[in-house]
């Protein structure tokens, strides 16, 4: 009997240490934001970084988590990190409060990021990718560091910008 006890004590152990370490190294959730119009190129970088990062992170879309039933509220404090394709029609989306939306969800809504983007507790979360439309010095002055141009025109494996951007997700996801 006393066999037995032993013997179900580790296998208790070993289940507790293997959840433990299974939610450790589990995948993290990196929210990825652009306006409609930005689409193709934006799911293109999406899906060059998701690459890049492999099983390190999920990069998700607000249309993607909608489908699961969630909220941008929730997607953008619950994800680790928050990339925000910033353009001319984001810029005008946040500085206007409006939203654009696909088929079927409001995929940005300006007024819930621009509120999302002046909270202390989760800018350092927040990383802004442009292709050649230069933000407002306003994020620049919140998201400091973390505002990277990519070339609309150059390949994303010619483009160093890329690899820091990787570099800069693996640093946010680590940090939390």
């Known amino acids: 009997m006393g066999s037995y006890k032993a013997i179900t004590f580790k296998l208790d152990?070993?289940?507790?240490?293997?959840?433990r370490i299974s939610l450790r190294f589990a995948m993290s959730n990196v929210?990825?934001?652009?306006?409609?119009?930005?689409?193709?190129?934006?799911?293109?970088?999406?899906?060059?970084?998701?690459?890049?990062?492999?099983?390190?992170a999920k990069l998700t879309t607000v249309s993607a988590a909608?489908?699961?039933?969630?909220t941008l509220e929730d997607e953008l404090f619950l994800s680790r990190c928050v990339i925000l394709v910033y353009t001319q029609d984001s810029e005008k989306f946040i500085q206007e409060g409006t939203f654009d939306f696909d088929e079927e969800f409001v995929v940005f809504d300006g007024s819930i990021?621009?509120?999302f983007l002046?909270?202390?507790?989760?800018?350092?979360?927040?990383?802004v990718i442009h292709y050649g439309w230069r933000p407002d010095q306003w994020l620049y002055d919140r998201v400091p560091k973390r505002i990277f141009h990519v070339s609309e025109t150059l390949e994303f494996k010619a483009?160093?910008?890329?690899?820091?951007?990787?570099?800069t997700i693996?640093?946010?996801?680590?940090?939390?």
């Open 118 to 127: 002046e909270e202390d507790e989760v800018v350092h979360r927040v990383i």
């Open 66 to 70: 909608m489908a699961d039933d969630s």
């Open 13 to 19: 152990f070993l289940v507790l240490l293997y959840f």
């Open 159 to 167: 483009n160093p910008k890329v690899d820091q951007i990787v570099d």
């Open 113 to 115: 990021i621009k509120a």
């Open 170 to 176: 693996k640093g946010i996801i680590k940090k939390r």
């Open 31 to 56: 929210l990825f934001l652009y306006a409609q119009e930005d689409h193709g190129r934006s799911e293109e970088l999406k899906d060059y970084l998701q690459v890049k990062l492999g099983s390190l």
